[in-house]
RNA sequence: GGCUCUGUAGUUCAAUGGAUAGAAUAGCGGUUUCCUAAACCGUAGAUCCGGGUUCGAUUCCCGGCGGAGCUACCA
């Protein structure tokens, strides 16, 4: 970063002292040279030829002359077609080293008081079913949002909106009430929020039975939806519940209750939090009251259902539905509300939501209607996009039985960590307490990492044999090479060799050492990069390619029995400093590094 | 039909408009007197099709073809 950036200034120095011109930052196209030339950074010069008015080759010649004469981070350059590599010296990477070596253990750039506030909304579950695998893509990305966001000195407000009322949590009630002969979670030895999503199903199940009945006494589909005594029981219950029934109230807080104990496990174990949370049963009236004003003030319009509309059109959209004729609320109403409460309780600058892809139209119009509200947030409002998951054989469906519970994959996730180490006889000799947190890290860093590391926007394949591999690009083989560091720092302390905090100014570095270097040198950059564009996987394929270059180098050099005494110290000192920047990578997406393993 | 996203080795993923399109897996062939072999090395294999802009296109634009999603008085 520093010495790109530098590179940057010095070349456009050169080209003003060489071509009396100026040229601007975007203009000097920097890049990594690649492996098979010799040198660091790569200047393109074919945007500079209108500027030089020469050929390519003679352009990067005379650039890559003035820069060996007058500028002392470089060592020397060579030049391929319009192509100009340079090298740094050894000197400006040990002080880059230095630099990097400063820094505190997590020391990005630090958060203060006055730094821009964003808001995240992340997680967003319903209260009737369990969390599933798609749940597990959004609350990884949500929270490794947040991490990379503070981690470039933003304050962070971690939410969740959690959409507890409606219908559907009439059905596992009614459900339970039925045939549930007063089970709890205790009773039933399940989580909570398991135990309320078999309500969820065992009502969709009777009500397909009653409807089966009806159509064999000949009545049509719709007429026998209509007739239905279940539906029937369940609106009645929604109604009972909106006009503040204690009953009905009562038993919605004790199943909700239920549920919000089992996400909270599901949470803690995912590793991820809330700074606060909303519930759609408290913001929906908000909403309810920011679209009658509107309507009142002409923003929207009423047909004669009595059914509140907002007109789109002049965006280039439809009309949308914001109250239905009956004056309840929608989706698009309760998300109206929740922002209204989230901005009177927080200075929010910029507002995140993190949402699968199937919303774009949902947030594009939120958007919109906010701003016809007049609140000036809507318009900057940010929807973090995330592509689905499926499956080798295509969408889950819960219809077809092939949802992937999260409880059950991380409990797969971590089984297969624990036999896997066993198998290679890495438990023998130490607790088994440890044995489970090495299982757990592991197990979970797998899954964590298979996830992230794929491109938000895009769609994924979860392909679960896969994702508990242990090798190639995966969160494990990074722990590995993490506790392969700190297995060679370990026995450097044992055997007295203390990892020196200065570094000799005098040593020539290798090829390799100086790839590793480099690649220290471009993380905080990545990081940066990563919290600008809301890219997180940019940093898993980074760290990764650290870790496999270490791994490489590992291989090649015996590092603590190096003859060279000053050499061992700048290895042990590099290995640090690696070991550092992967423990700040995978804390990023949440994951957790063993110290062995 | 309209709108949005997407199309890269057998498979799963990379690639600010730059050099010979990278990895990983699976395949084939190797490396353990090497302080962690969950490692390392070699080998073979890909940009959906057709135009355009550009010195230069996987990337940007237009047109096809394929996949996903949205287009609900569900959330």
Redesign the pocket.
Known sequence: MHIENTLQKIIIHAIKELYQADVEM?QI???K?????K?HY?L?T??L?RISRKKPEETAEEIGSWLAANADIISGFNV????L?LEITAGAWLRLLEQIDAQADYGFTPVTDNAPLYMVEYSSP?TNKPLHLGHVRNNLLGHSLCEVLAANGKRVVKTNIV?DR???ICKSMLAWQKWGNDETPESAGKKGDHLIGDYYVLFDKKYKEELASLQEKGLAKEEAEAQSQLMAEAREMLRKWEAGDQETVHLWKRMNDWVYAGFDQTYRRMGVSFDKIYY?SKTYLAGKEEVLRGLSQGLFYR?E?G?VWADLTPY?L?HK?LL???G????MT?DIGTAKLRFDDYPINTMIYVV???????FQVLSILLDMLGFEFGKGLVHFSY??VEL?EG?MKSREGTVVDADALMVEMVET?RE??KE?G?LDGISTEEADK?AEM?GMGALKYFIL???P???????PK?SI??????G??IQ?TH??I???LR?AGEEGITVPEKLENSLSLSEKEEGLVQLLAEFDAVVKQAGAEY?V??IG?YV?ELA?EF??F????????EENIPLRDFRLTLSKNIALTIKKGMKLFGIEVP???
């Not at 040279?33 to 030339?37: N, R």
């Not at 391929?80 to 192509?83: A, E, M, V």
């Open positions: 975007s196209t920097l890049q040279t690649k492996k098979e030339f040198g790569t393109v074919f945007p030829l391929i077609k319009g192509f590599n319903n959409n409606g219908i559907h759609e047909k259902d059914s280039g439809d539905l239905r004729a009956d309840t609320s929608v989706y309760q699968g892809n199937e919303q774009n139209y949902h592509g689905m080798p969408k960590a896997t180490s290679l890495k090495i592991v590391k794929v491109a926007k895009k769609n994924m394949t979860f392909n896969e591999d242990f090798n190639g690009n995966t494990p083989f590995y506790a392969r700190q297995s060679v026995k890219n996987s940019l394929n990764y496999k791994n490489q590992y291989h090649d050099f015996s590092i603590l029995r110290e062995r393993m």
